[in-house]
Nanobody, 124 residues
């Protein structure tokens, strides 16, 4: 089992930046590819970004490319999502997820473990 705990969410104004963190425990963190998803009210959970076991390659949804940056620190069992130039449409609950299978995986069912989520609200 892998336990994931997100932190860093909050309320910000449009144009601001925010960094989410996700700390993993329970298994060897570097064995897992990591991803960030988000879910807005009334919408399906959608892929935001992914990163492979040792760092690059990284993957991004078109809606966040150029604004968000994913990174990981395997020594700290942590994956980050740096979010810049935030927009009101970025408002959602953000989830950290882990998977053993490699490749560019963008569907929730492809991930094995999930965090509880962190609320990000961007005001206009």
């Amino acid at each position: 089992q892998v336990q994931l705990v997100e932190s860093g969410g909050g309320l910000v104004a449009a144009g601001d930046s925010l960094t989410l963190s996700c700390v993993a425990s329970g298994r060897t963190f570097s064995d897992y590819h990591m991803g960030w998803f988000r879910q807005a009210p009334g919408k399906e959970r959608e892929f935001v970004s992914g990163i492979s076991r040792s760092g690059p390659p990284t993957y991004y949804a078109d809606s966040v490319k150029g604004r968000f940056t994913i990174s990981r620190d395997n020594a700290r069992n942590t994956v980050y999502l740096q979010m810049n130039s935030l927009k009101p449409e970025d408002t959602a609950v953000y989830y950290c997820a882990a998977r053993f299978m490699g490749g560019d995986r963008r569907y929730p069912h492809e991930y094995d473990y999930w965090g509880q989520g962190a609320q990000v609200t961007v005001s206009s």
